[in-house]
C-alpha cells in the first residue's frame, strides 16, 4: 500500500506548491498556501462578486460605507472589514494584520508555541487502534490517519544521518510501551531489530536463548511475523506494511 498522501498543493496554477498544512479559502473553498491564502493574492471570484452584490444592494438601499482606520487613508468601503487582531475596520488594501502594522499581530513564535501545543495535545489514544490497511474512504478515517503519522514523525527516534525520504515511521509495541521509531526503507527486518535493540537499550537475545522478532498488526487481529531477510521497501510494496503502521516487538 502506498504512503499516505499528506498535504496538498495550492490552488493557484502559477504556484502549485505542495504545502503539508494548506489553507483553505472561506470564500470559493479551494485549499492554497499560506502566501495565496488571502482573497487578492489568489484573486478571489467567489469575494470579488460578494463584494459587487453588496455594493449593488446598498447603492440601491442606503449609503452605508466604511472608513478605513489606517493613517492617511481615505478608502471607504461597502463592506464592513475587521482585523481579527486589533478589532479596528480597514480598507481591502490595508485589511491584513502586516498592511497596517497591526500591534496586535501574533509573533511566529507565539504561532509555533500554539502549533506545539495543539499537535502535542492529540491524544494518540484515539487513533492507535486505528487500522490502517482498511481503505480510507472517509475524510475522517484519512485524517485521523494523518493525525496519527504526524504524531509518530513528531517523536520517533533512529539513526539521523538517514535521509528524510529514505525513512519509514512506524509505532512499536514492546511489553505494553509505545515507541516511535524510524529505519530506511531499504534495511531489511534483521537490520531493524539491531536498531530497535540499541535504541531500546535491550538484549537481542536473552539468556534463555528467545530472540527478538518483529510482527505486523493485521486485520483479523492476529500477527504475522516479518521475515528477518526480507526487505521493507519489498513488504511495503506487497502492501503488507506501510509508513504509520503500528509493529509489535516481543521475545520469541
Known sequence: MAELKIGDHCSLKE??????????????????????IYYINHNCQSFSSEISDCGAVRNNSSSISYD??????????????????????????????????????????????????????????????????????????????????????????????LPVDDRIYFDVMFEDSHHYVFFDKCWSIGKCLDQLAKTL?????????????LFADLESNNNMELPLDEKLVNLMSQGTLFSGETLTLKYV
Open 68 to 161: 478605513c482606520s489606517f493613517r492617511d487613508c481615505t478608502q471607504k468601503e461597502l463592506i464592513e472589514i475587521i482585523c481579527e487582531c486589533c478589532g479596528q475596520i480597514f480598507c481591502l488594501q490595508h485589511r491584513h494584520p502586516q498592511d497596517h502594522k497591526c500591534p496586535e499581530k501574533p509573533t511566529n513564535r507565539d504561532k509555533k508555541a500554539k502549533t506545539a501545543k495543539l499537535v502535542d495535545s492529540l491524544s494518540f489514544d484515539k487513533v492507535k487502534n486505528t487500522k490502517f490497511t482498511k481503505p480510507l474512504n472517509s475524510r475522517s478515517a484519512n485524517t485521523t490517519a494523518k493525525i496519527a503519522l504526524m504524531k509518530i514523525k513528531l517523536k520517533a527516534k533512529g539513526d539521523t544521518g
Open 15 to 36: 504556484c502549485h506548491l505542495l504545502d503539508f498544512l494548506p489553507l483553505e479559502c472561506d470564500k470559493c473553498h479551494l485549499s492554497f498556501c499560506k502566501i495565496h
Open 201 to 213: 537499550k535491550i538484549d537481542y537475545q536473552r539468556r534463555n536463548l528467545s530472540k527478538l522478532h
